[in-house]
C-alpha cells in the first residue's frame, strides 16, 4: 500500500507512558505492554477507533483499564490490532500481552538473534514486531522496560535511560529494570541481552554532569573499542563546543552487533552499531575503517538532539533529521581531518551514487511525497542530498546566522515531533531573512543543472556572470520551478590572487557583498530566477572566476571556462576545493572525450599538459598529501558514466585504465619515489599527518601496478609482506590483485589463510574480489558463495560479496547478461530472508535505462523475472515496479 504524505493526519490517541516487559527466549519471547492513553480531542462523545499497528505477532491478551476484552471488542488482521470503541475517559489504559520469535526473525527489524544475542531494530517501522502499538513517530511516550533473562546465557541485559532496578529470579534467570525519563518514539526504543562486556570511560559535561559511556562487545572484541571510544569522547566534546549541546542522561551505552542492516542506530542512549563501525585495531582496519567509525559515532550522538530531542513529525520528514546530522557529522569530520579534504570526499561521494540515484527511475525529492516501504527510502538523496540542503542554510546565514537558527530550532521544538518547514522557520525567524523559494529543495527532485556565461568588459572594467538553472524532469515530476541557488564566487587576478570584491550589481541595484561565514574576497551570488545576472565593477583585468567555492549548492555547473582557465585554478585558487575541482573537470572533459574517441575506434592518446598538470600537483610539497592524493585521483567509472546519454561500461573503464597506466609510465619515477618517501615503520597513528602520508603512498603505489611490470610486483609484494598495519596492506593487496595471473592467486590465498579468523578481515577480501574487473569474475564469485565463511544471513557479507560487485561496471553490466543474472537469482535468495538487504542489492538496476539496447533488454528481463516471482516482499516490489515504470 503506498502512503502519501499530504494524507497526513494527526493521532486520535496519543500514548503518555509505556510500561514493557520482556520475558526472553530464544524461541519464545513473551511481551507485555502496559499503554496510558489519552485522546487528542477529550470529551467528544464518541470515541474513535484506536488502531494498533502488528506485524508477525501472536496475541495473548488485550485489556482495557484492568478488564480482558472479548473477541468481539476487537478486530485483528495481518497489520492491525483494532479495539472498536475504546472509553471515551480522559485517560484509559491498554495491557497487551503478545508472544513473538526472535530466532526465527532473519528480517533484521523488531527483536532478533545475532550471535546469541538478543538484539532491536525499531526504525523505521519495527517495534510493531515487538507488540501492538501506534507505531508513527509523533507518538511520543515515557518508557519503562523490564528484561527478564537467563542470567548465564545473558547476563547482561540493556535498555534504555537508567538502570533502576535489578536482581535474580528463580530457575535461573534475572532482570533488570530500566526508566527513560525522556519522552521517545517507539522507533528510538531498544533491547540488548547478552554474554557482552564493556570498555567503561567518562565524561564530564561542560555543566558538570558526569556521564558513564560503555561500548559493549563479546569479550575478545573489548581490545578493538579503543578507537570508538576516542570517538565518542571527541563527539560530546565538539557538539558542546560548536553547538552548545550537551548530552543528557548519566549513562551512555553503544553495543556492537556483528549482524545488522544498516550502518548504526540512534535509540536513546543505548546505541547499536555494525561491528564493522565500531571494531578497529591498526593491523586489522583501514584508515578507511577508522575514519568511517569516527563519522558514524558522530553521527548516533549527534542524533540525540537532531533526531531525539527534536524528531520527525512523520517518516516523511527523515530528512529533517539524518540530513541534519549527516550536515554535523561532516562538520565534525573536518574538524577533526582536513576540511578541504573532507569536503572533497563527501563531494565525490554525492556525484558518485547520489546524482545518479536523482536521475534514474526512484529518484525523489529529500522529502519524499509517497512511499510503499519506508526502508526504501533511507536514501543518499534523504541523508547526502539532504546535508547539502542543511549546509546550504549555512552558505546562505553564515556559521553565526546558522547558529541562531539552530539555537531557535531546539529552543521551540525540544519534545516535539516537527516537519521540515519547522526546521526552515526557524532558520529564517532567527536572521529575519526572506529565502524566497529555498522550500523547493525539499519538494522537487532531480540535480538541478546550472550554466555559467562570463564577460569581461575591458573599458567599463566590469565583469559579469549570467547563470541560467534548470531542474530536470523526474518520474511524476515533469515541470520544475527555479530554486535559490547559493553560488560562493571568488576571482583570480594574473597572479592567481583574488581579487577584493566590493561591489555588486544585480538587476540594476547594488547588492551588498556577503562575506559573513565565508573566506575573505569569496561572495555569495543567489540564483533565485530561471536566469540572473552579476555584475562586479572596479575589475582592473581579465580574471578566471572561481564558482561554486566550497561546493556551495548540490548541483552540476556547466561553465565556459577554457582547460587554460582550469590548469590556472588547479595551480592557484586560493579554495582548495576547487582546486581540486579543477583538476576534475579537466579530468572529466579529458576521460568524455577519450570515451568519443574509443567508441570510434581511434587510438587513445593523453596531452602532454595533463602529465604535465599530474606531475606538478605531484610534486608540489607545498601541498597537504592527502590532497595531492585526492588530487591526482581521477573520477570514477560511476561518475563519468552518469555524464553521459548512453554509459558504455567498457568504454569509460578501457578509457580510466588507460590514463592511469599511461601516468604510471609517463610518471614512474615520481611515483616510486613517492612510495620511497613516505613509507614508515613507526607504530600506526590515526591521525592526518600518518593518513596523508600512507593515502599518498598508497596511490601512488596502484598507479605504479597498473603497469604490470616485474620490478613492480617485486615492490608491492615487499610492501605486502613488510606492513604493519592493515591500511598498508590491504593497499598492496589491492594493487597486486588488479591484475589475473599467479601473483594474485597466491597473495589473495595468502591473506586469507592469515585472517580468516578475523570475520570483518574476510569481509574486505570478499568485497575486494567482488569489485574485481577481471574477465568473467562473475564465476568466482559464483565460488565464492559456496565459501564457509560466507553466509547469505550476513548482512555485511552479502553487501561484502554481492553488493560491492556493481563497482565493477565492465562485469555487473557485462554484454552477455551474466552479471544481471546473478544479481536478478542474488535478490530473489536474499529477499526470502531479508527483505532490507534484498532491496538495497536491486538498486544495481535503478539505471538500467541509461545503458544500450542489448543492456536494458536483458536487465529489463531480470527486473520482470523478479517481479513476477511469487511472494516477493513489499520492499522488493516498490523498488521493481517503481523501476519498470519508470
Ligand atoms: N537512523 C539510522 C541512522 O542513520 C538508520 C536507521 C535505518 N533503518 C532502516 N530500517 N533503514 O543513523
Ligand atoms: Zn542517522
Known sequence: KEIFLKDYNKPNYYFNTVDLTFSLGEEHTIVSSNITVYPRIEGSSSSPPLVLDGVDLKLVSVKID??????????????????????????????????????????????????????????????????????????????????????????????????????????????????????????????????????????????????????????????????????????????????????????????????????????????????VLVLASPETATDVNYAQILGVIGHEYFHNWTGNRVTCRDWFQLSLKEGLTVFRDHEFSSDMGSRAVQRIKDVSYLREYQFPEDAGPIAHPVRPHSYIKMDNFYTLTVYEKGAEVVRMYKTLLGSQGFRRGMDLYFKRHDGQAVTCEDFYAAMRDANNV??????????????????????????????????????????????????????????????????????????????????????????VLLIKKKEEEFLFSEISERPVPSLLRGYSAPIRLDSDLTDSDLFFLLAHDSDEFNRWEAGQVLARNLMLSLVADFQQNKPLALKADFVHGVRSILSDDSLDKEFIAKAIDLPGEGEIMDMMDIADPDAVHAVRSFIRKHLASELKAEFLKTVENNRSSDPYIFDHSNMSRRALKNIALSYLATLEDAQITELALNEYRTATNMTDQFAALTALVQNPGETRDEVLADFYSKWEHDFLVVNKWFGLQAMSDIPGNVENLRKLLQHPAFDLRNPNKVRSLIGRFPNSPVNFHAKDGSGYKFMGEMVLQVDKLNPQGASRLMSAFSRWKHYDETRQALAKAQLEMILSTNGISENVFEIASKSLAA
Open 434 to 523: 526572506d529565502f524566497a523559494n529555498f522550500l523547493l529543495w525539499y519538494s522537487q527532485a532531480g540535480t538541478p543543472t546550472v550554466k555559467v556565461t562570463s564577460f569581461y568588459n575591458s573599458e567599463a572594467k566590469t565583469y559579469s556572470l549570467k547563470f541560467s538553472q534548470e531542474v530536470p524532469p523526474t518520474p511524476g515530476q515533469a515541470v520544475k520551478e527555479p530554486m535559490l541557488i547559493p553560488v560562493a564566487v571568488g576571482l583570480l587576478d594574473s597572479n592567481g590572487k583574488d581579487m577584493p570584491l566590493t561591489s555588486v550589481y544585480h538587476d540594476e541595484m547594488l547588492q551588498e557583498v556577503s562575506t559573513d561565514g565565508q573566506p575573505a574576497n569569496t561572495t
Open 66 to 275: 484492568g478488564k480482558e476484552l472479548q473477541e468481539e471488542d476487537y478486530q485483528q488482521d495481518a497489520r492491525h490490532l483494532t479495539i472498536s470503541s475504546p472509553p471515551s475517559t480522559a485517560r484509559f489504559t491498554v495491557e497487551i500481552v503478545t508472544e513473538i520469535y526472535p530466532q526465527k526473525n532473519t528480517s533484521l527489524e523488531g527483536l532478533y538473534i545475532s550471535s546469541g544475542n538478543f538484539v532491536t531494530q525499531c526504525e523505521a517501522e519495527g517495534f510493531r514486531k515487538i507488540t501492538y502499538y501506534q507505531d508513527r513517530p509523533d507518538i511520543m511516550a515515557k518508557y519503562t522496560c523490564r528484561v527478564e533473562g537467563d542470567k548465564t546465557l545473558y547476563p547482561v541485559l540493556l535498555s534504555n535511560g537508567n538502570l533502576v532496578e535489578q536482581g535474580d529470579l528463580e530457575g535461573g534467570k534475572h532482570y533488570a529494570v530500566w526508566e527513560d525519563p525522556h519522552k521517545k518514539p517507539c522507533y528510538l526504543f531498544a533491547l540488548v541481552a547478552g554474554d557482552l562486556q564493556s570498555r567503561d570511560g567518562s565524561f564530564v559535561t561542560r555543566s558538570g554532569r558526569k556521564v558513564a559511556l560503555r561500548i559493549w562487545t563479546p569479550a575478545e572484541d573489548l581490545p578493538k573499542t579503543v578507537h570508538a571510544m576516542y570517538s565518542l569522547k571527541a563527539a560530546m566534546k565538539w557538539d558542546e563546543d560548536v553547538f552548545g549541546l550537551e548530552y543528557d542522561l548519566d549513562l551512555f551505552n553503544i553495543v556492537a552487533v556483528p549482524d545488522f542492516n544498516m550502518g548504526a542506530m540512534e535509540n536513546k542512549s543505548l546505541n547499536i552499531f555494525n561491528s
